[in-house]
């Protein structure tokens, strides 16, 4: 069974930070991808970024430039830094896990992000 846990969404105010974590326990193949997902109100889910566990990212068009992807293979934790955040970046955002050997997709529960004054 693999568990994600994210932690650090909150209210912020335009122009402002925040970092998320999500860290990753359970049974998983060590080749794998981490990524953040979001789901506005009414939306679809996205991708805002994914990192491999060989380093390679790739970002959502909306979030580059803003948004910094990153992970910590020792203690299987992926970290977004999201900076000049903007109302439109307000969601939930979902913690995901890729396990390339078993094909599976593992989800952490999410946690909001609101970007207002």
């Known amino acids: 069974q693999v568990q994600l846990v994210e932690s650090g969404g909150g209210l912020v105010q335009p122009g402002g930070s925040l970092r998320l974590s999500c860290a990753a326990s359970g049974t998983f193949f060590s080749i794998n991808t981490m990524a953040w997902y979001r789901q506005a109100p009414g939306k679809q889910r996205e991708l805002v970024a994914d990192i491999s566990s060989g380093g390679y990212s790739n970002y959502a068009d909306s979030v580059k430039g803003r948004f910094t992807i990153s992970r910590d293979n020792a203690n299987n934790t992926v970290y977004l830094q999201m900076n000049s955040l903007k109302p439109e970046d307000t969601a939930v955002y979902y913690c995901?896990?890729?396990?390339?050997?078993?094909?599976?997709?593992?989800w952490g529960q999410g946690t909001q992000v609101t970007v207002s004054s």
């Open positions: 995901n896990l890729y396990d390339l050997f078993r094909n599976k997709n593992y």
